[in-house]
């Protein structure tokens, strides 16, 4: 079935550096979605993507859609402790098809 | 806060029994999702509903059955729960008869001894 890759798998950072992650498909999406999970808790929505080339921000992140609409990245700039857990991406191909989830990124920051 | 409630949160069970997860949402949604997740396979979908008495198979269903008498309560039942259904279950619901906007509930943890 489709399968999403995200690395990298796991990454430690220093406390105020920026981070980068993305999420690769075999196939094309139109819709991208990154969340972050933090432990017990289920994963939050941190910004949807519905257009290639699009670039969004919510905060500190930033993601964007691919050109190629096969891939997607987010960016954390100036990293702090409370950005430490799961971050996963989830795309879909058609506005009514199911969402399917990438493995996951685990994020440590050192303060 | 997308207004989904799961209940049980925590639940340990035997070997055999049924057990049933509900989730209820406030907001009249009409798609609601049941996933699990484990170490090393992420997120994966049992089963959905996109309306009343609608409902079909996600990626891992086998063992698992719903219902979704009322727009918003969408019940999980495994009908003989196993240890490989030890996992946590999150139920998500969708915004918007357009685009593909998922939010989740705060997940039920099970483990079957």
């Known amino acids: 079935g489709q399968q999403l890759n995200q690395s990298p798998q796991s990454m430690f950072i220093q406390e105020g550096e920026d981070v980068s992650m993305n999420c690769t498909s075999s196939?094309?999406?139109?819709?991208w979605l990154w969340y972050k999970q933090d432990p017990g808790e289920g994963p939050v929505l941190l910004i949807a993507?519905?257009?290639?080339?699009e670039l969004t921000s919510n905060g500190r992140l930033t993601a964007q859609f691919g050109i190629t609409r096969k891939d997607s990245f987010l960016n954390i700039s100036a990293s702090i402790p409370s950005d430490v857990g799961i971050y996963f991406c989830a795309g879909a191909k058609t506005s009514y098809d199911k969402v399917i989830f990438g493995p996951g990124t685990s994020l440590s920051v050192i303060p | 806060d997308a207004g989904i409630t799961q209940s049980p949160r925590h639940k340990v069970t035997e070997t055999g029994t049924p057990v049933t997860l509900r989730c209820h949402q406030t907001e009249n949604h009409r798609y609601m999702y049941w996933y699990r997740q484990d170490p090393g396979h992420g997120l994966r979908l049992i089963h959905y509903?996109?309306?009343?008495?609608?409902?079909d198979k996600g990626e891992v269903s086998d063992g698992y059955s719903v219902s979704r008498s009322k727009t918003e309560d969408f019940l999980l039942t495994l009908e003989s729960a196993t240890s490989s259904q030890t996992s946590v279950y999150f139920c998500?619901?969708?915004?918007?008869?357009?685009?593909?906007?998922?939010?989740f509930g705060e997940g039920s943890w099970l483990t079957v001894v």
């Open positions: 196939s094309i999406f139109n819709t």
């Open positions: 998500a619901i969708r915004t918007g008869e357009t685009g593909n906007t998922i939010y």
């Open positions: 993507l519905y257009k290639a080339g």
């Open positions: 509903s996109y309306g009343v008495k609608d409902t």
